[in-house]
C-alpha cells in the first residue's frame, strides 16, 4: 500500500514540477503576496479532481474523443498568448516593484479566475495527470492511494512555490529583478502556447 502510495507522488512529482504557465503563475502570486493560499489550493484541488477523474476512468474517453483535446488546445493556447504578451508589456513598462504597497493587489475573484484558467485551458494538464497518472494508476493494486500520493506531491509543490516564494523577496524587490521575472513568466507563456498551437 505504501508502494503505491509512494510511486503516485514520485510520479507526480516529476511531472509537476517542470515549469509551465500554472508554476509562472503561483510563483508570481507567491512573489506578490497575492491571494497565495486560496492560488495554492485551488492549483491543488484541481489536481486532486483531476488526479480522481483519471483513475475513475476519465482518461480513456478523453483518448476517446480527439476532437475535444483540439478544441481545448486552441483555447488554451490563445489564452496563454494573451498572458504572455501581458507579461511582456509588464517587463516593458514596468509599474513598480514587489513592495505590495506599490501597487493594488488584483482581486480575489480575478486571481481565482486566472487560476481556473490556467489550470483547465491547459491541454497538457489533462494528458499529463488525466490520461498519464490516471494510466499508470490502474497498474498498482492499489491505485487510490497512488492518487492520495500524487495529490500530496501536487500539494507539496504548489506550498512550496507559493508560500516559500516570499524568501525571494528582497532580491527581486527592484524594478529591475521583477522585468526579468515577467519577461521569463512572458517567455514560459508563449513557449508552451507555441507546442499547444504545433500540436505538442
Known amino acids: ?51 480522481s477523474a483519471g483513475i475513475a476512468g476519465l482518461g480513456a474517453i478523453i483518448a476517446a474523443q480527439p476532437g475535444l483535446v483540439t478544441a481545448i488546445r486552441w483555447v488554451g493556447a490563445a489564452f496563454l498568448t494573451g498572458y504572455a504578451v501581458l507579461a511582456a508589456r509588464r517587463a516593458i513598462r514596468p509599474t513598480g516593484s514587489l513592495d505590495p504597497a506599490g501597487k493594488a493587489p488584483a482581486t480575489l475573484r480575478a486571481t481565482l479566475l486566472t487560476t481556473l484558467a490556467l489550470t483547465y485551458l491547459n491541454p497538457h494538464v489533462y494528458l499529463d495527470t488525466v490520461l498519464l497518472l490516471g494510466s ?47 519577461g521569463l513568466i512572458a517567455v514560459v507563456m508563449a513557449v508552451v502556447a507555441a507546442t499547444l498551437l504545433l500540436g505538442g
Open 1 to 51: 500500500m505504501l508502494t503505491s502510495a509512494v510511486a503516485g507522488f514520485i510520479a507526480s512529482a516529476v511531472l509537476i514540477i517542470a515549469i509551465g504557465a500554472q508554476n509562472a503563475f503561483v510563483l508570481r502570486q507567491g512573489l506578490r503576496r497575492e491571494h497565495v493560499i486560496p492560488v495554492v489550493l485551488t492549483c491543488a484541488l484541481s489536481d486532486l479532481a483531476l488526479i
Open 136 to 182: 499508470v494508476a490502474q497498474q498498482h493494486p492499489h491505485r487510490w492511494l497512488f492518487g492520495l500520493g500524487a495529490a500530496a506531491a501536487s500539494l507539496s509543490w504548489f506550498a512550496v512555490l507559493g508560500l516559500g516564494a516570499h524568501r525571494l523577496g528582497p532580491l527581486l524587490a527592484r524594478p529591475g529583478a521583477w522585468r526579468i521575472l515577467d
